[in-house]
């Protein structure tokens, strides 16, 4: 869906005047229109550099401002990209030419936690570790736990519907999101539905608004659920000879009555980076394959661990060691969390993919790993959320002329693979610019078409994030 701005407002000094006028009309909202500011929200985390000339940075106080700020922009067609921290890896938040920059970080309330009703009710700019050491003062749990917590918003994680390492138990960030206030392209503020646990009352329109990365409508505020506080986390970790067993014993773990709250996997490529990235990391000995499993029960903890070692043993391990204090998890998880920036250090150029596949698929999907190695001339490490089917291959290259544009294909073919295996390109952070080339071989094509038919009665003059997510 292409926007073109308003035949009024474009001659060659159009940039100047349409702010100028934006000015006029929406005195109390801030507007930022220089060039350091708008060099500095031009892209997210990813490789997707964004267009070079957006038109200004707003940054809204309140619901009633974004209100006033998207009208202004529909009327006059001028494209508008929501913009949390910018830690995406899409390219979902990435600038487009002529659009205002929606910065969401100044709306950064927590407006209420309700202990008695287990919710609590935010600004999109909040962060979200902050949300949950908020509710863990009152002895609640927020259980999204992206390993960017501590950066990202919670709006970012809305509009995303991220992962993380705590998905295989409490769910994606959707499980989590009861209700939203949003605005919609044309201003009007609506609320998804009622803060209660139960309604069907309406279809799903929380469902469809979280995960559709500011392509539907602006998030304003949202309702959580909390939960009850869990026990500390304590964790079994086990190092296999083959990737194929490691594999093998998470399966297993997965498919069992003892859900962990936690389940973590390496191959000897990630370790190898991690290593030489952090040399002091609890990364033990070597090894080909490495998995973590963690327990945070209140009750039977205990009988959790015991049974993740029994498992680990009998697939074959040659290291079993309990991570059983909260300093000891931390530092592996810690561990963990380094994969990405260490891998990037591997042979110094890399891109990430972020495919998944049905659990009973890993170890096909692994083992194809080597003819893609083979067939792009580059080296891949393959680590992830494996409790969720959930993989983030890190395609490592030396740069040289054509190695970038080898790994991207690597990527592609990978996501390919995982789409033959009944599987997706993108488990938890999105398709923003990065992923689009791939979803034209995972959706049918009627599916697709109602996407857009769908975005299009949302956004009928295409102004919010034009291009990206379909
Ligand atoms: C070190 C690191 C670790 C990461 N780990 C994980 C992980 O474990 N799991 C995971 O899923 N992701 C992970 N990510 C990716 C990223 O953190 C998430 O995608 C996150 O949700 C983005 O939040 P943000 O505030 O940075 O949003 P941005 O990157 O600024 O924006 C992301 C998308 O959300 C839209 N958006 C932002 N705010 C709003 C709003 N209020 N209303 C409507 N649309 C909005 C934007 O338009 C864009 O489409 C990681 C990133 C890094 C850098």
């Not at 014993?249 to 952090?278: Q, S, V, W, Y």
């Not at 150029?349 to 083992?367: H, K, M, N, Y």
């Not at 393959?382 to 990527?411: C, S």
């Not at 009928?460 to 997510?469: E, V």
Request: include cysteine; proline fraction near 7%; hydrophobic fraction near 45%.
């Amino acid at each position: 869906m292409t926007t073109t701005l308003d035949p009024d407002l474009t001659d060659e000094t159009a940039p100047d005047r349409v702010v100028t006028a934006m000015r006029a009309a929406l005195p109390c909202i801030g507007l930022d229109d220089s060039p350091a500011t708008l060099a500095a929200h031009r892209t997210d985390r990813s490789a997707m550099p964004g267009d070079p000339d957006p038109l200004v940075l707003a940054r809204p106080a309140s619901t009633k401002q974004v209100s006033a700020l998207l009208a202004y922009a529909n009327a006059h067609r001028i494209p508008v990209v929501p913009q949390g921290t910018l830690t995406g890896v899409a390219g979902a938040a990435s600038t487009i030419s002529g659009a205002i920059l929606l910065d969401l970080t100044a709306m950064d309330a927590i407006i209420r936690i309700d202990a008695d009703d287990m919710i609590a009710v935010a600004q999109p700019g909040v962060i979200v570790a902050d949300l949950a050491a908020a509710a863990a003062k009152q002895g609640l749990f927020y259980a999204p736990d992206p390993a960017s917590a501590q950066i990202a918003t919670l709006g970012g994680n809305v509009a995303t519907n991220a992962g993380g390492m705590r998905c295989i138990k409490y769910g994606v960030t959707r499980e989590s999101v009861r209700s939203l206030e949003v605005v919609l392209a044309d201003g009007t503020v609506m609320r998804t539905r009622p803060s209660t646990i139960k309604t069907v009352g309406g279809l799903d329109l929380t469902g469809l608004i979280v995960g559709s990365e500011g392509t539907l409508a602006v998030v304003t505020e949202i309702t959580v659920k909390l939960l009850p506080a869990p026990g500390p986390e304590r964790g079994v970790l086990g190092l296999f000879p083959t990737v194929a067993q490691g594999l093998s014993a998470t399966n297993r773990i997965a498919a069992g009555p003892r859900t962990p709250a936690r389940l973590e996997f390496m191959d000897g490529r990630c370790l190898e980076a991690i290593r030489k990235h952090i040399p002091d990391a609890p990364v033990p000995a070597e090894a080909n394959a490495w998995a973590l499993a963690v327990t945070d029960a209140r009750d039977g903890a205990e009988e959790d661990l015991a049974s993740f070692e029994k498992i680990f043993a009998d697939a074959g391990a040659t290291t079993v060691q309990r991570a059983d204090n909260a300093e000891e998890l931390e530092a592996i998880l810690e561990a963990r969390r380094q994969l990405q920036p260490s891998a990037r250090g591997l042979l110094g150029g890399s891109v990430e993919g972020d495919i998944a596949v049905p659990r009973s698929a890993l170890a096909e999907f692994s083992a194809r790993v080597a003819e893609v190695e083979n067939d792009y001339d580059v080296t891949i490490a393959l680590g992830g959320h494996v409790g969720d089917g959930n993989l983030h291959p890190i395609v490592a290259f030396t740069p040289a002329e054509g190695a970038r544009e080898r790994a991207d294909e690597a990527v592609m073919t990978l996501s390919r693979l995982a789409q033959e295996m009944g599987g997706t390109m993108s488990g938890e952070h999105g398709v923003g610019l990065e992923k689009l080339p791939a979803l034209a071989t995972e959706m049918a094509p009627a599916a697709l078409d109602l996407q857009r038919r769908i975005k299009g009665l949302f956004d009928p003059n295409g102004i919010l994030n034009p291009g990206k997510k379909y």
